[in-house]
Structures are given as C-alpha cells and as structure tokens.
C-alpha cells in the first residue's frame, strides 16, 4: 500500500479487524489503535522523506493469547529502539522535538522488535492479553 497518510484507515482498520477476531480487551484494542497509528504515521512522514514508497502490514497467526503484528517500509534506516527515553522532567520548552512518537510505542506495546532485512525496515509489535 502507498506509504502515504491517505492509506492510514485502511491499514489501521486492517490491523484493527485482525486483532479484534483475537477476542482481546477493550482496552488492549485501543492500545494496539493508538500504537498502530503512531507507527505509521511516523513511517508516512519520515522513512521516505520527499520520496514515495510502499508499507506492508502483516498480522502473523499465533495460538496463544498475544496479537502481533509488523509494519515493513523500504524507506530510511531507522531503529526507533536505539533512541534514548526523552527527559519527561524537563520543562516542554526545552525538550528536544520529536522522539516523543517512539516513547509511546516502546511503553504501550508488550515487545517491540526491529530490524533491518536488506532494504527494509520491519518493526514488530506484540501485544499480551491480560
């Protein structure tokens, strides 16, 4: 799919489908909303920078009580686990732009997983149903 903000309901809706015939919580379900639109918008915005390209999202099978699923862009090299937790104690005005994004996925998601296979950049997101 176009790696671009119009295809955002429709992966957001595909993620969403898959992870609600999971039977998870409410409350898991809108985790795995908010993470999911977070990861792609910062796909959207910044793996392709002035360039277009494409996002697959897939949404492994698995036989326990966990949802996951992978967003895969071919754009810029990023590993988002390398960025370091911004200061929260710090006052707003001071606080470097951006990374905020990141900070959200790596606290609502249950794992968070990247790497880098050849061109691609493959973020994995699981989410445990308690």
Known sequence: MPGRMESLHDLLAFISGNAARKGLSPAILS???LVAEEALVNVFMHAYNQFEGNVEVHCPLRDDHSFTFE???EGIS???LSLTEPDRNMPLDERRI???GVFLIRKMADQVQYRREGNSNILTLTFFNR
């Open 98 to 100: 951006g990374g905020m």
């Open 78 to 80: 990023f590993d988002p």
């Open 31 to 33: 985790r795995i909303e």
């Open 71 to 73: 967003i895969r862009d």
